[in-house]
């Protein structure tokens, strides 16, 4: 007898026959004596039709209005469900963003949550009724609809798990869990039985797309147990959770790789105080985020800074860094365009200080240049060539027994 | 400089094309210097679409999702709108039924107003910007969504109109206008420039599609002028108002003809107290509407009762009728399928005592045989044989003066 929210992304529910098994699931967590809130994210493709919509109403659609529009996806699917589980004899009833009171802040259509009140969701389960909740969507202060952006569901499904104290919040998805890497690049992955918050937030900042950060900080904040499962095979997933005590046995609980990296160094840059600033300051302003910045220890009164940036904002730097290094009297600007990340992320790394040494000899062991290095509590990356991403994660993987024991070995 | 409630319909909006043509009228009527409130209706297909989704996850929809379902139509349409004009710079915001304050009782799919407040649309004509609302929906005490059934969005429309006082309020349709008679069946049917509400009712009620009773009721009781325009044809269309002294001129305003009717007859029914009901009862009971009654003066202790109902009801009705026939020892019952209703509307009949005389003596000049007759106090309804319908239409449009001027003549 549990208090589980459950989470249906899109593909989840991207057609009708698709609805019939979120039924089916909801259902048999009913039957087994749970009380289930369900919160849903549109038909997949719906929102992308809608956008598309906008767009050829006007270029730069309003985006109070594109709220309205938006918000109407989730609706299409609670209702649906709604009358698919009372077909059923199973009593359920749909509720929006305004009805849960998913109260948020004026930035429309990507919103932050302020407060959840779920009271109409509290009177449900005491009725015994099964509430079916939009998810993605709010209102604001004035009541007009906003929504949370990117991974909005999810978030709704961890704040409304928070704010009813549920025993869990369950993210069906199209994948089953959360794994040691990425399984194309290396098939010796396995799924991990729980990770902890801040492991997930880093391999979540590292681009692993099971869960939004915004969502895992939610989960942390209010320490709601997160399981992400597939909607489409039954069976265990990944329970995202505190920090306990068998975490710590592990000294390493993924890795990850990030190929859309590039490099840029400034040669030569006058070492005198404040040259940090006149370079970062105007590539922040130019919204390029700069991820690893390496100085080197000054030769005299010269000093080399390089430093990291999306490949896709790499034109963009390279113009304005040319230009910095004009005004600042550097000698010149050199570019490695074919950069790649690769992370371990482990929350045994901090009792564990061996971690970067052994790394550093595993990608020294198979020839891989490291030419950039951070660190922080729970994480260790490395630039290196792009050529020699894939390489490093499977030798890592394995050196830290993350591989996968095979069937008969 | 007057405030006027803009309504657009399904077809009106149905496409992106056709809305950018919706905002051409707003900007036009807003450039004249007049204040526009704007009520939309789902683009058309659009309330199908979801009604079929509907269907296809269950057989019978609960009717609460049902309208949370329906709702969704609507907010995309006042949100692409609001978006359109807005990108050209003029300020535009979209309101949802519960925005709006229409409220409503918790009949789902067919709830009644019961109450508009407005606030914000006020607020938003004070700012100087054009409120877009969206039609056909509103909210129950709870603040659960409700839709308002058939021609829904008018009645938001002409409600909306009522609390802000609004100077008029023009429904654009697919039609131009209210005419005299059916321009399919009466060629010489001319466009009326002025009807009475209670002109508008009885012709509504014996099938004008052009606005429904509901709207027009609201409109006559909060004394909403409402003007009948084409959405797609620039012009002048009809505006139902008020009757005034002009209209008194005018004996009839229009002819009607209804061909779905059906004659029943129990024939030798024992002339006692209380029969009536005994027959009347079971019938209303099992939702068929009966529209006229005839009772023939008794002959000993027998008569004939005669009534109308629905052609889509009458096996039903014919079921129903023979068992009370023989439960109440009548002799028999006769059946007439080809029936139709012909009737004349006018305001001016209340001060002219010769019309029925002339209807009369109109259709007996063409041969057409009366079998049924009823009057209200400004309408004149004959039963006839349905092959003569047409017939009697044209021969009344021309004798009452309805016929428009041909070019020429």
Redesign the interface.
């Known amino acids: 007898m549990a208090l589980l929210v459950h989470k249906y992304g899109g593909t989840s529910v991207g057609t009708?026959e698709r609805?019939?098994r979120v039924a089916d699931r909801v259902a048999k967590a009913k039957g087994e004596g749970h009380d289930v809130v369900v919160v849903l994210s549109a038909m997949s493709g719906e929102t992308d039709r809608?956008i598309r919509?906008?767009r050829?109403?006007?270029?730069?659609?309003?985006e109070?209005?594109?709220d309205?529009?938006l918000?109407?996806g989730e609706?299409?699917t609670?209702?649906?469900l709604?009358?698919?589980l009372?077909?059923r004899g199973i009593n359920a009833?749909?509720f929006?963003g305004?009805?849960v009171g998913i109260m948020t802040d004026s930035s429309h259509t990507k919103a932050r949550i302020t407060r959840v009140t779920a009271e109409r969701i509290k009177e449900a389960i005491a009725e015994g009724v099964i509430p079916i909740v939009a998810g993605f969507q709010g209102i604001n202060a004035r009541?007009?609809?906003t929504t949370l952006g990117r991974g909005g569901s999810d978030l709704t499904a961890v704040a409304l798990a928070g704010a009813l104290k549920a025993d869990r919040c369950i993210i069906f998805t199209d994948v089953d869990g959360v794994y040691t890497a990425d399984p194309n690049v290396v098939p010796a992955a396995r799924r991990l039985d729980r990770v902890s918050y801040e492991e997930m937030l880093e391999l979540a900042s590292l681009g692993a797309k099971v869960l939004q950060s915004r969502s895992v900080e939610f989960a942390a904040k209010f320490n709601v147990p997160v399981e992400v499962q597939s909607s489409f095979i039954e069976g265990k997933g990944t329970l995202v959770t505190r920090e306990d005590e068998d975490m710590e046995r592990v000294m390493v609980s993924g890795v990850s790789g990030d190929r859309h990296q590039a490099k840029l160094t400034i040669v030569g840059v006058p070492d005198r105080p404040g040259i940090a600033a006149k370079i970062f300051g105007p590539v922040a302003q130019a919204n390029i985020v700069v991820d690893m910045i390496i100085q080197n220890v000054s030769q005299g009164s010269l000093t080399d800074i390089s430093f990291t940036v999306p490949r896709a904002d790499l034109a963009k730097a390279v113009d304005l860094v040319q230009r910095i290094a004009k005004e600042i009297d550097a000698k010149s600007v050199a570019v490695t365009e074919a950069m790649a990340k690769v992370s371990l992320v482990g929350v045994g790394m901090r009792s564990h200080s061996g971690v970067a040494a052994k790394m550093f000899e595993v990608l020294s062991r198979e020839g891989i240049n490291i030419m950039m290095i951070s660190t922080s509590e729970i994480k260790i990356s490395c630039v290196v060539e792009e050529k020699y991403m894939e390489l490093a994660m499977r030798a890592l993987h394995s050196a830290f027994g993350l591989d996968a024991a095979r069937v008969g070995a």
């Open positions: 009708v609805i019939h809608l919509l906008a050829e109403v006007t270029a730069h659609p309003d109070r209005e594109l309205v529009l918000s109407t609706r299409v609670i209702a649906l709604a009358m698919e009372q077909g009833r749909s929006t305004r009805q009541s007009d609809v």
